[in-house]
């Protein structure tokens, strides 16, 4: 029963784990320079937060990918770059309307596709809804929980591409919360995390 | 006897994955300005310095293993424009940054305090919206250090957002306690103003 957390070490990633807030969600923190001296596979979750530079994490690729294939499980949310250095992903990045909300009335068009999932039992849709940076083409298979103000992908689990489960996203919760700007985020963490500990902290199979 | 910087590079230390920011490709222009990832920094980097900028994204843990040469650019006349949080000690003087609880428009008022060049003939509260919405500024503040001079107020306490400190022991620091300022062609038109003055201020120019 274990989370490790990769800590890229910016102000935002440091107001995130370190803050009493989330701290004793995560087990275990490790730069990215230091994951080849980390077993893996002793922890049930890797998290890789927003905006973790992706040439920091590009030397980890084969390391992550083993991981995954012997039945982990990586959280990996959004502005990383990660279909730099995890398997399957296809990303297409999106203008971000950072004014949406300005108009009375308006609607950022974020939608859960999979209400019954038990993510939902954490979230609703308010707390999904912040800024758009892009959405997903997700393998055959994948289980897609949100979607886009067109359909698409923004949040999804992937348990085809690799022996193990990655649950990805475009949204940048830790980026937010940590700069204390977007309370839909810290409402999204709020959820998530609880959601991470209870239903994603276990030995995982299929 | 006076601080006069020792000739020498800027030093543009860029964090995060992707393009440079604007304000970097603007001092490129200079010829002796120096843009480094921050995980290719090296002590010469900081020798070779008469004054470095840092992003919002600085990689803060990874940055305090560079804190003794940070010092010693610093003692010999240095100057350092922070942007971001300030969340590790990097000199001896550094408080902890302190966020606005649930920050109100009221909140983001911003005020001259004291007249700077980076800031000179600019209106402060026009800095306070991007496209009608505040926040972008700031929505804290890095406690002033013992000596150092408040520029910018944020909020009805006026609390320092901006601020320039001359070190007990030579060298300034310019900390802008929010998102990066100086970028280029955003949506306020503000700050490529203050860019060329932020570049030339860290070179001891004005």
């Known amino acids: 029963m274990a989370i490790l957390a990769i800590h890229p070490g910016t102000y935002y990633h440091i107001e995130s784990f370190e803050s009493p807030r989330y701290a004793h969600y995560f087990d275990r923190l490790v730069r990215p320079e230091a994951l080849a001296d980390v077993a893996l596979e002793e922890f049930n979750v890797v998290l890789i937060p927003c905006r973790t530079p992706a040439d920091r994490m590009e030397p980890h690729r084969?390391?992550?990918?083993?991981?995954?294939?012997?039945?982990?499980?990586?959280?990996?949310?959004?502005?990383?770059?990660?279909?730099?250095?995890?398997?399957?992903?296809?990303?297409?990045?999106?203008?971000?309307?950072?004014?949406?909300?300005?108009?009375?009335?308006?609607?950022?068009?974020?939608?859960?596709?999979?209400?019954?999932?038990?993510?939902?039992?954490?979230?609703?849709?308010?707390?999904?809804?912040?800024?758009?940076?892009?959405?997903?083409?997700?393998?055959?298979?994948?289980?897609?929980?949100?979607?886009?103000?067109?359909?698409?992908?923004?949040?999804?689990?992937?348990?085809?591409?690799?022996?193990?489960?990655?649950?990805?996203?475009?949204?940048?919760?830790?980026?937010?919360?940590?700069s204390h700007f977007m309370p839909a985020t810290t409402r999204f963490l709020d959820g998530f995390l609880p959601f991470m500990r209870q239903e994603l902290d276990k030995d995982y199979s299929r | 006897m006076t601080n006069h910087p020792p000739n020498g590079s800027l030093l543009l230390i860029h964090s995060h994955y992707g393009e440079p920011p604007g304000l970097f490709l603007l001092a490129e222009e200079?010829?002796?300005?120096?843009?480094?990832?921050?995980?290719?920094?090296?002590?010469?980097?900081?020798?070779?310095?008469r004054g470095l900028i840092t992003t919002s994204h600085l990689d803060q843990l990874g940055f305090m293993d560079h804190a003794p040469e940070l010092a010693r650019l610093m003692a010999r006349g240095g100057r350092w424009f922070f942007n971001g949080h300030i969340l590790r000690p990097f000199l001896a003087g550094l408080g902890s940054y302190a966020p606005i609880a649930k920050a109100r428009r009221a909140d983001l008022v911003l005020t001259r305090l004291n007249e700077h060049p980076i800031f000179a003939g600019i209106d402060q509260p026009s800095f306070e919206e991007n496209k009608g919405v505040a926040g972008f500024y700031g929505r804290g503040h890095n406690p002033l250090p013992q000596g150092a001079l408040a520029i910018n107020g944020i909020g009805p306490e006026k609390q320092p957002i901006d601020w320039e400190w001359t070190l007990p022991g030579?060298?300034?620091?310019?900390?802008?306690?929010?998102?990066?300022?100086?970028?280029?062609?955003g949506p306020n038109p503000n700050h490529a103003l203050v860019a060329p003055r932020i570049i030339a201020w860290t070179m001891g120019e004005i």
């Open chain 1, 62 to 178: 084969a390391q992550l990918r083993a991981y995954l294939d012997q039945g982990g499980t990586i959280i990996a949310t959004g502005e990383s770059d990660s279909e730099l250095f995890l398997p399957g992903i296809t990303f297409t990045p999106q203008p971000t309307n950072f004014w949406w909300w300005l108009t009375p009335g308006a609607d950022l068009g974020v939608r859960i596709s999979r209400p019954e999932h038990g993510l939902f039992r954490h979230l609703e849709q308010k707390d999904v809804t912040w800024h758009l940076h892009g959405w997903y083409d997700v393998p055959a298979g994948a289980e897609v929980l949100a979607v886009n103000e067109s359909g698409k992908p923004i949040l999804y689990i992937d348990e085809v591409t690799t022996g193990g489960r990655m649950l990805i996203t475009s949204l940048d919760p830790f980026y937010h919360h940590g």
């Open chain 2, 30 to 49: 200079r010829g002796d300005a120096v843009i480094v990832r921050e995980r290719d920094l090296t002590p010469a980097h900081f020798t070779a310095a």
């Open chain 2, 170 to 185: 030579g060298g300034r620091m310019f900390s802008h306690a929010g998102n990066d300022i100086g970028g280029m062609g």
